[in-house]
């Protein structure tokens, strides 16, 4: 006899799960300057250590698309567990740059696992509008998660409370995930109606889909590079980073309950370009502004990138249909890749503002907030980017048939 499945339980072990994988985002985000300072370590390679996290991320996340069917969700949360608790603890005890670099990367493979095994397993445990609804619920916890972990590393530093013990608080929700699904009987992937890899891979081949791929490495870092930098380039603007990002991304997380409705009116492109448009003015506005008007900047930004993620993985979907799941985690994949690329790419940016404006005479928080703002207007570079290249996609897909569900993932 089956088993029966308790969906709940696997569902709210799901999210604890992705609660983690914002907690590393956003506990990460607040204690790069004390990383910084304890290891003697430059920006760039703060850079390097913050690519790790999202190059561990796309690697077990691909892997997991292509071998979900055969091991199953259960054996890759296992992995997730092993490679999420290594990372914890290794950061702990880290001794320097070289393993703080090892560290991350099993924390990012871990990140990567948790989406690889959760998102089709939601999937497969609910069918049509209740799917939709759940795969949105459960992605409210990303921006949510991070939300309460930079709140709880903002009290935690205000207290004077050592990195160390910020990164402890990520093996609370960690170890509710392993209990919560620890005994339970998991859904049996479903494979009918599933295209073979080799159509798969031929899909990823189409005009359509290979622009959406450039596009999604330029959408991941507008959102990623401002977030995870907020720490060091937010520093001295007179707010709080902290709050900054609680607010980017309580903003974010809001943005994404409503994107069914809003992407049934606007349609994908439209979302996109409108999307890419206010992220550059609220990159801008970082760059520009300081004290009370740096929040204003952040909900203009976190309105700009709060729907990329969502809307590619639904362009995918909807527009290169045939590519399958693997389609979709290829997608996801180059997003996090882009920006473990970019992630040294923006340090050294922000070292060479530095050395420059120390030059000029700057020192203490004067020059801190030139590097800072200078760092900003560089990433205009990225939103400013896709301004041109959404309008051509808004153009080229206009006769296309508008998404009705493209915000579900």
């Excluded at 921006?143 to 009290?155: A, E, M, N, R, W």
């Excluded at 990159?283 to 909900?299: H, K, Q």
């Excluded at 703002?373 to 990433?379: R, V, Y």
Aim: proline share 4%; charged share 10%.
């Amino acid at each position: 006899m089956t088993q029966s499945i308790n969906k709940t339980a696997l569902f709210n072990a799901s999210c604890f799960a992705l609660i983690t994988t914002a907690f590393t985002f956003a506990i990460r985000a607040g204690i790069l300057p004390q990383l910084g300072d304890e290891f003697g370590l430059s920006a760039e390679q703060l850079g390097f250590i913050n690519s790790m996290w999202f190059l561990g991320f796309p690697i077990s996340m691909i892997l997991g698309g292509i071998f979900y069917h055969k091991v199953g969700p259960a054996n890759i949360m296992r992995i997730a567990f092993v490679t999420h608790t290594l990372g914890i603890l290794l950061t702990i005890f880290a001794d320097g740059y070289s393993t703080l670099l090892i560290s991350t990367l099993f924390i990012g493979f871990g990140n990567g696992c948790t989406e690889a095994a959760c998102n089709p397993m939601i999937a497969d445990m609910y069918t049509g509008v209740k799917m939709n609804k759940m795969l949105n619920r459960f992605h409210m916890w990303f921006p949510g998660g991070i939300v309460l972990g930079s709140l709880i590393s903002k009290f935690m530093t205000d207290l004077n409370m050592g990195w160390e013990a910020q990164i402890w608080i990520m093996m609370v929700p960690t170890i509710i995930y392993a209990v919560l699904f620890f005994g339970k009987t998991f859904p049996q992937p479903k494979v009918e109606g599933a295209t073979s890899l080799l159509e798969n891979v031929k899909a990823m081949f189409s005009p359509v889909f290979i622009f959406l791929f450039c596009a999604m490495a330029l959408t991941a870092i507008s959102e990623f590079g401002p977030q995870q930098w907020v720490g060091l380039i937010m520093g001295s603007s007179g707010a709080s980073p902290m709050l900054i990002l609680a607010l980017t991304t309580g903003v974010m997380a809001v943005a994404r309950f409503f994107a069914g409705p809003v992407v049934s009116k606007l349609g994908q492109t439209g979302v996109l370009l409108t999307g890419s448009i206010l992220a550059t003015i609220g990159v801008y506005l970082f760059s520009t502004v300081t004290g009370p008007m740096a929040y204003v900047a952040a909900v203009i930004f976190a309105l700009g990138v709060g729907y990329f993620w969502p809307v590619m993985v639904g362009a995918v979907a909807q527009r290169v249909p045939l590519s399958g799941a693997l389609g979709m985690s290829i997608i996801g994949g180059v997003g996090m890749f882009s920006t473990a690329i970019f992630q040294p790419i923006i340090g050294s940016w922000i070292d060479d503002a530095n050395a420059t404006n120390a030059a000029a005479g700057l020192s203490g928080t004067d020059l801190e907030l030139a590097a800072g703002q200078d760092t900003l207007e560089k990433m205009l570079l990225f939103p400013g980017t896709l301004i041109i290249l959404f309008i051509i996609f808004f153009f080229w897909q206009k006769g296309s048939k508008p998404a009705t569900a493209a915000a579900a993932h």
